[in-house]
């Protein structure tokens, strides 16, 4: 396997700066001091007053970044008992609060879209049957929509998040203006079947 870059100090330290008539190197190590140090020495850190070092963690492509976040954070309570007295990490920013709170947001809407379903087809069309056509559409949408973002390799990011929570709403809106609309097609018309009533509705 060939090395990539060099990482240790002593590594550094071997390399040839120049080769003497007689065959003899001249180290790296022989003309000056090295050690592990800070990339930038402008930038100085604290935290609540104390000093402290920053340490950014990036994401590699195709990475879920809600469990990527999970792990650090269990890996570093994990490596928090190893820590010497006086030494402890908090975590400042993390982006995949944003994705949590989003999907948390998911939920309530679709809690509230169920609700609200329930209330406006129940009392306002009396019909138990009619009402629980919505609550079954809008599951059923949300699923074929979950299926088709995997089939088509995307993932579930704040992106498509908003947009669910934003289709949710339109399926419920839907919903109800159809039942409505295919209720009043059949009192109009009694003699149409369901089926009859539902083609006209959606025309």
Request: glycine share 6%.
């Amino acid at each position: 396997m060939t090395k990539g870059r060099l990482i240790t100090p002593e590594e550094f330290g071997a390399i040839v700066l120049r080769v003497g008539a007689d065959g003899e190197l001249l180290y790296m190590r022989d003309v000056a001091r090295i050690e592990l140090g800070a990339r930038s020495e402008d930038i100085a850190v604290t935290f609540n007053g104390a000093p402290a070092v920053a340490i950014s963690t990036y994401l590699a492509p195709g990475t879920n970044a809600v469990r990527a976040s999970g792990e650090l954070r269990a890996a570093l309570e994990d490596l928090r008992r190893l820590f010497p007295a006086g030494l402890d990490y908090t975590v400042t920013y993390d982006t995949t609060a944003f994705v949590d709170a989003t999907i948390e947001s998911v939920k309530d809407t679709l809690i509230e879209a169920f609700v609200l379903v329930v209330l406006v087809v129940f009392i306002f069309l009396g019909n138990l049957r009619g009402t629980l056509i919505p609550m079954i559409a809008v599951p059923v949408s949300l699923i074929a929509t979950v299926a088709v973002l995997l089939a088509l390799d995307y993932s579930l990011n704040t992106v498509s998040l908003l947009a669910m929570v934003l289709a949710i709403g339109i399926v419920v809106d839907d919903a109800i203006v159809v039942v409505e609309n295919v209720e009043r097609i059949l009192r109009e018309q009694p003699a149409l079947s369901p089926a009859e009533a539902i083609k006209w509705a959606m025309a």
